[in-house]
């Protein structure tokens, strides 16, 4: 498969996307460059690499028909900057060569039916996910101390992984039955008077926004916390923005997640046609339908700044939203520094015990 390195029109060093900046920047001659110049520069070499990767695909169908499609091996790639081997997984879409930092982006991995509809560009920079991540780590007494090491929090990684969204508008019914519970007393008796209504709500209903990951080999937890995003803020997706992070494609198709989705859609729906039914105690439903009028499917890239650590054979993933700064986390607690609290504490009981036993002495 054949790979795009974004270079610096200047002096041929490393270009990244800046989030700080929303620009293209070149840390070597210290320049910057519009969103537009870099993209336009770099369209004719996205298109003439789609066209090769076409040829390449058809080389690979013709060696190897009897392989899976979506079944891909860990691959390795040439960098096209020092011609050191970059590996990757099946579903890395962007990465960073290791060896002279250059980032490589698979063009072949996220186009075609690949190719996203839409992507936000990281608009928090690494130096302030760190920030954000150190700030939380203070305000926590027993992480282990290797957690906050300096080497350990440089692994902070920007990726944009990969989301279905879907809005739908459904025509829907609903039948319920209300209830209204009404007491009072009078002299020593008490009264209860229930109400019972019957309650028909008929009409369209719009749901926008619900979201499934598309990756299944990442945490889902973490992919869906790290929630929401504002997509009214996304941009039609480009290669480019891709430079100096990693990406990933999608290993979970629309297929995959429809009937979940789906079912969560029709849930809201109902949810939606309730919430009009207002001042009653109680409302169950008797008869719902629905039926879809219009869905929009998008597949779209969103950033996340990703921290793993290992400790005691336990992952921990850490993540922040690269949008907005929100932050999901679980965190390691450090037995060593329990049992020092412990020690601490045991000891202050003890010299308060013994001037106890003093006192009375
Ligand atoms: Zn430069
Ligand atoms: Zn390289």
Redesign the pocket.
């Known amino acids: 498969m054949a790979t795009v390195n974004y270079k610096c029109p200047n002096c041929g060093g490393p270009l990244t996307f800046n989030p700080d900046k929303q620009q293209f920047s070149c840390e070597y001659c210290m320049s910057d460059f519009e969103e537009k110049f870099i993209q336009d520069l770099y369209a004719e070499k996205e298109a003439k690499e789609s066209q090769a990767e076409k040829a390449e695909k058809k080389a690979e169908q013709k060696s190897a028909e009897q392989k899976d499609e979506g079944e891909e091996e860990a691959v390795v790639y040439t960098?096209p900057?020092?011609?050191?081997e970059?590996v990757t997984t099946a579903t890395t879409a962007a990465t960073t060569?290791f060896?002279?930092q250059?980032p490589v982006v698979l063009g072949g991995r996220l186009s075609e039916k690949f190719a996203p509809d839409r992507i936000i560009p990281f608009s928090i920079s690494k130096d302030k996910a760190i920030d954000t991540f150190l700030g939380m780590c203070r305000k926590k007494w027993f992480l282990p101390k290797a957690f906050t090491d300096k080497k350990q929090v440089e692994k902070i990684a920007g990726v944009y992984f990969p989301y279905w969204y879907v809005d739908e508008q459904r025509n829907a019914s609903i039948e319920a039955r209300g209830e209204k519970v009404r007491t009072w007393t009078t002299g020593k008796t008490e009264y209860t008077e229930t109400s019972i209504y019957h309650i028909e709500r008929a009409g369209d209903v719009i749901i926008k926004n619900v979201f499934e990951r598309a990756l299944k080999s990442e945490d889902r937890d973490m992919l869906q916390s790290v929630h929401p995003f504002d997509l009214s803020q996304a941009h039609k997706f480009s290669m480019s923005y891709l430079a100096g992070f990693q990406a990933e494609k999608r290993d979970l198709e629309k297929s995959d997640v429809q009937e979940a989705v789906e079912a969560r859609i029709r849930r809201y729906t109902e949810e939606a046609l309730k919430n009009t039914m207002p001042g009653y105690d109680k409302i169950e439903t008797e008869a719902y339908n629905d039926k879809t009028d219009l869905s929009a499917w998008t597949y779209n890239l969103l950033p996340v700044w990703v921290l793993t650590y290992k400790y005691k054979d336990k992952i921990f993933p850490y993540a922040i939203n690269g949008q907005t700064g929100k932050t999901y986390g679980l965190l390691p607690t450090s037995k060593g520094k329990l049992a020092l609290l412990f020690a601490i504490l045991a000891v202050i009981f003890f010299i308060i015990g013994t001037l106890g036993g003093m006192l009375f002495l």
């Open positions: 960098c900057s020092c011609g050191a970059v060569c060896y002279c250059n």
